[in-house]
Nanobody
Framework: QVQLVESGGGLVQAGGSLKLSCAAS????????MGWFRQAPGKEREFVAA????????YYAGSVKGRFTISRDNAKNTEYLQMNSLKPEDTGVYYC???????????????????WGQGTQVTVSS
């Protein structure tokens, strides 16, 4: 059974930082793209960042570029999202996602990710 488990969410003031982790088990993602998505109340789940199997290149939504950094440790089957200079509009549930194939295009498409975590809440107060 494949599981992705996020951790590291919480409540932070605007301008603060959080680091999310996503630990995978049940299969290796060392040859697959992994990503982060988020969903704010009343909105659709949106792409945040993605990382190729080798660690580069990385891709970011325009709203987080320059503030968030995605990384991975294939030996630990884990990916991370370092979030700096957080804003209230970054509030939402953050989901880790992994692909079941080695396809490496269209990073922002939700339907191309086969495995999802349960999500971790990030709340940024103003």
């Amino acid at each position: 059974q494949v599981q992705l488990v996020e951790s590291g969410g919480g409540l932070v003031q605007a301008g603060g930082s959080l680091k999310l982790s996503c630990a995978a088990s049940g299969r290796t993602f060392s040859r697959s793209v992994m990503g982060w998505f988020r969903q704010a109340p009343g909105k659709e789940r949106e792409f945040v960042a993605a990382i190729s199997w080798s660690g580069a290149p990385t891709y970011y939504a325009g709203s987080v570029k320059g503030r968030f950094t995605i990384s991975r440790d294939n030996a630990k089957n884990t990916e991370y999202l370092q979030m700096n200079s957080l804003k209230p509009e970054d509030t939402g549930v953050y989901y880790c996602a992994g692909r079941g194939t080695e396809y490496s295009g269209a990073y922002s498409r939700r339907d191309l990710y086969d495995y999802w975590g349960q999500g971790t809440q990030v709340t940024v107060s103003s």
